[in-house]
């Protein structure tokens, strides 16, 4: 069940924001649009009420308990930002908007990824203590590998995020050579 609810929690998160996105540039309801953009993070509170229900009631603690965690951690930490990009993106093509600035290099590009190694720290953070807090909550009246397994994977892709982040650092991406215009 609780893997239904993450994927339908994931499916919802994309048509809010479409939805929201349209009606704010396409039907010109900014404030309709912005109250339905402000309703995501009901997905989130559903789902995590729907995994705690399942363990209260005694559902063994599984991946599915994990996924959840690790799920509601990646939008807390990254629903707001892609909320934002994307919006940023269609003000520039459906409303007024500026263009948003194209992709970064150098010093630049460098500090960007760390900033999104700081949104993942924070969803690591956010899922470790969901996933810890589903652990001291069974107890020890059932089998917790499945969401220690869990804080592993967000350690991992933690790790993963460091290693990416630190790669733009030893190996700054550089702009494209410009050519001059011909006539």
Same mark, same amino acid.
């Given at each position: 069940?609780?893997?239904?609810?993450?994927?339908?929690?994931?499916?919802? %998160?994309?048509?809010?924001?479409?939805?929201?996105?349209?009606?704010?540039?396409? *039907?010109?309801?900014?404030?309709?649009?912005?109250?339905?953009?402000?309703?995501?993070?009901?997905?989130?509170?559903?789902?995590? *009420?729907?995994?705690?229900?399942?363990?209260?009631?005694?559902?063994?603690?599984?991946?599915?308990?994990?996924?959840? *965690?690790? &799920?509601?951690? /990646?939008?807390?930490? &990254?629903?707001?930002?892609?909320?934002?990009?994307?919006?940023?993106?269609?003000?520039?093509? %459906?409303?007024?908007?500026?263009?948003?600035?194209? $992709?970064? /290099?150098?010093?630049?590009?460098?500090?960007?990824?760390?900033?999104?190694? $700081?949104?993942?720290?924070?969803?690591?953070?956010?899922?470790?203590?969901?996933?810890?807090?589903?652990?001291? &909550?069974?107890?020890?009246? *059932?089998?917790?590998?499945?969401?220690?397994?869990?804080?592993?994977?967000?350690?991992?892709?933690?790790?993963?995020?460091?290693?990416?982040?630190?790669? /733009?650092?030893?190996?700054?991406?550089? $702009?494209?050579?410009?050519?001059?215009?011909?006539?």
């Amino acid at each position: 069940m609780l893997v239904t609810l993450v994927i339908v929690c994931e499916a919802g %998160f994309w048509v809010l924001l479409a939805l929201g996105l349209g009606l704010r540039y396409l *039907a010109r309801r900014p404030r309709l649009g912005a109250a339905v953009l402000l309703c995501e993070p009901l997905l989130e509170l559903t789902l995590l *009420a729907a995994a705690v229900i399942d363990l209260k009631n005694g559902g063994e603690p599984s991946w599915t308990h994990g996924l959840a *965690a690790l &799920y509601i951690g /990646y939008t807390v930490a &990254y629903g707001h930002y892609t909320v934002k990009w994307l919006d940023r993106h269609a003000a520039h093509r %459906f409303g007024d908007g500026p263009k948003p600035p194209g $992709a970064l /290099y150098g010093t630049a590009r460098a500090v960007h990824e760390w900033k999104l190694w $700081a949104r993942t720290l924070a969803g690591a953070a956010v899922a470790l203590a969901l996933l810890q807090a589903g652990i001291w &909550y069974v107890g020890d009246a *059932a089998d917790t590998s499945g969401l220690r397994s869990w804080q592993a994977v967000a350690l991992r892709i933690l790790v993963i995020q460091g290693v990416v982040a630190a790669t /733009y650092v030893i190996w700054p991406r550089k $702009a494209p050579a410009t050519t001059p215009d011909t006539p």
